[in-house]
């Protein structure tokens, strides 16, 4: 992080001015993004639509498959959960 001193307000404005505009900037390319991100896509083949679903279907698997690893190697993190449960219980 830069640590600026400004000896003016005018040298605080212009910096102002200066980061304002770098926002403008980030924000029209991340909209831009976020819109390409979801565009419809109207011609997509059967094909297409098959890799895409076969690519979603790898993703949730491992997600699950990640998600089953960090409990089973972080039980210890995760049975605070079963002591709340089991303390109901009682």
């Known amino acids: 992080m830069q640590s600026d001193t400004y000896t003016s307000l005018e040298e605080i404005q212009r910096r102002r001015n200066e980061l304002s505009e770098d926002i403008d ?6 909209a831009d993004m976020w819109h390409e991100m979801f565009r419809k896509r ?15 279907s790898i993703t949730a698997i ?11 190697n972080y039980s210890n993190v995760f049975s605070i959960f079963k002591d709340r449960k089991t303390k109901k219980r009682r």
């Open 62 to 72: 491992d997600a699950f498959l990640l998600v089953r690893k960090l409990i089973k």
């Open 25 to 30: 900037q980030h924000e029209e390319i991340i």
């Open 42 to 56: 109207d011609d997509s083949t059967k094909g297409e639509y098959i890799s895409a679903l076969i690519a979603n």
